[in-house]
């Protein structure tokens, strides 16, 4: 069953930034470790970003420097803030748990990058 809905995604130009945003509340609450992902036509989604609970984050070597992953536990909800963004990281966003058990995969929100 999907847990989580992504948002945040959008058309914005080289060098700009973007915030993504993954509400869900019982995925959230009982995964320790959540993360986002990303996948391109042709390509195997690839995770880009970790967060634990404690706050201890890891990067793909691809976007460190450029993405911050956070969460709000009050709010349920768990972000990516996107700088710098280069034409490269155009693909569909998507937020799940980064150890079993995952929900269902979301329907993501697109990130587009114009040259």
């Known amino acids: 069953q999907v847990q989580q809905v992504e948002s945040g995604g959008g058309l914005v130009q080289a060098g700009g930034s973007l915030r993504l945003s993954c509400a869900g509340s019982?995925?959230?609450?009982?995964?320790?470790?959540m993360a986002w992902y990303r996948q391109v036509p042709g390509k195997q989604r690839e995770v880009v970003a970790i967060?634990?609970?404690?706050?201890?984050?890891w990067y793909a070597e691809s976007v460190t420097g450029r993405f911050a992953i956070s969460r709000d536990s009050a709010k349920s909800t768990v972000y990516l803030q996107m700088t710098s963004l280069k034409s490269d990281h155009t693909a569909i966003y998507y937020c799940?748990?980064?150890?079993?058990?995952?929900?269902?995969w979301g329907q993501g929100t697109q990130v587009t990058v114009s040259s």
């Open positions: 799940n748990a980064a150890l079993v058990p995952r929900a269902d």
């Open positions: 967060i634990t609970n404690g706050g201890t984050t």
């Open positions: 019982e995925i959230i609450c009982r995964s320790e470790v």
